[in-house]
Every structure is written in C-alpha cells, then in structure tokens.
C-alpha cells in the first residue's frame, strides 16, 4: 500500500476553480492506478476519475467530464484534480484513492489506499 495525503481543498463560489493534490509515499506509485472519490453529506462515496498506471488512461462520471481533469506526475508521486466551472452539487468530501497495478473502476473497494480526504465546498 502507499500513503495518501489530500490537500487543496476549501470554499470556492459556483463556476469558480480548483485543484486538489494528492501526495503518495512509497516508491511503487507509478505502479498505482489512482482515482478520486467524493462524498456528501447523507450520500454514498461516488466514484469522480482514474487514471490508470500503465498508460495514463482517464476516466471520468458523467457528472464532472468536461469539467475536472486528473493528471498524475510520478515523478513527484502525486495526482492531481484539476475542477473547473464548479456546481454546488460538487460539495462533499473528496478522497484519493489507489489500486495496486489495477484496470481503472469505479467502485471503491478495487481500491486499497486511501486518503484522509479534503473538503470541498461549492456556495452558489
């Protein structure tokens, strides 16, 4: 497993911008498909986008494409949420995630590293 640390999140007005970070430890992390997940007060942990480990493929929910972009640098061991045009729907608790050599998925439990997470809220 790797250890994930979140940072970048806060308080942003609808439209507005922002990127969350994610700091991995560990020498394997370019052997980690990654994914961001986000919850909500009340809500279940829905899955937001991966990028995978081999070829840095990316996936993203109908809800957030077109609008966040993930990015990975494994030089620096971290992976990156860039969320533009932000909704207040896009409000909760957003986690980074990793799996150990997986295909990308949407379901948390492919995952086995996880972050402490970091708030996001979107005011309108």
């Known amino acids: 497993q790797v250890q994930l640390v979140e940072s970048g999140g806060g308080l942003v007005q609808a439209g507005g911008s922002l990127r969350l970070s994610c700091a991995a430890s560990?020498?394997?992390?370019?052997?980690?498909?990654m994914g961001w997940f986000r919850q909500a007060p009340g809500k279940e942990r829905e899955f937001v986008a991966a990028?995978?480990?081999?070829?840095?493929?990316?996936r993203y929910s109908d809800s957030v494409k077109g609008r966040f972009t993930i990015s990975r640098d494994n030089a620096k061991n971290t992976v990156y949420l860039q969320m533009n045009s932000l909704k207040p729907e896009d409000t909760g608790i957003y986690y980074c995630a990793g799996g150990f050599k997986t295909a990308w998925n949407r379901t948390p439990s492919s995952y086995d590293s996880w972050g402490q997470g970091t708030q996001v809220t979107v005011s309108s």
């Open positions: 560990g020498r394997t992390f370019s052997s980690y498909t």
């Open positions: 990028i995978t480990w081999s070829f840095s493929d990316t």
